[in-house]
């Protein structure tokens, strides 16, 4: 079964035994890095409130500098 048919869990597990070749790790942790930030991208589209208010805090530590330092 190819690297990229196989769930997270078994990666994650292959990844732990360290059964796979260097070469067969490196994209077995680049496919689960891509699936993690796919996974937080599907969910700040269902709750953009969130992302409001990241972009919010981010607008303001810029603008107001000072208050970010304290």
Do not use: C, N, Y
């Not at 078994?10 to 070469?23: D, F, P, Q, S, T």
């Not at 599907?42 to 805090?57: E, G, K, Q, Y």
């Amino acid at each position: 079964m190819a690297i990229l048919d196989r769930s997270d869990a078994e990666l994650k597990a292959m990844l732990a035994a360290g059964v796979l070749g260097e070469r067969r790790t490196e994209v077995a942790q680049a496919v689960l890095k891509r699936r993690r930030l796919e996974r937080l991208q599907d969910w700040l589209s269902r709750h953009s409130w969130v992302a409001a208010l990241f972009a919010a805090v981010g607008i303001s530590a810029f603008l107001f500098p000072k208050l970010a330092q304290k």
